[in-house]
């Protein structure tokens, strides 16, 4: 899985995502994460963000909240 695109990214292996620095975004296979009230996806980090079903979340995420 490549790092996301345009953004500062670490890989946390715990969570089995890319972390991007200073924001609470989630990255994985082509997808940002956030969770505002549930989890939302979006393809770009500034959004448009779609609510996302947690069994399309990345598993490491789905624990966090």
């Given at each position: 899985d490549a790092?996301?695109?345009h953004v500062d990214a670490?890989?946390?292996a715990r969570l089995?995502?890319?972390v991007v620095e200073g924001q609470r975004l989630y990255y994985r296979e082509r997808l940002y994460y956030r969770w505002d009230g549930g989890?939302?996806?979006a393809a770009?980090?500034?959004?448009p963000?779609?609510?996302?079903?947690e069994v399309s979340v990345p598993t490491g995420l789905?624990?966090?909240h």
């Open positions: 790092p996301p695109p670490h890989w946390d089995g995502v890319y989890w939302h996806c770009q980090p500034q959004g963000w779609e609510p996302v079903a789905r624990g966090l």
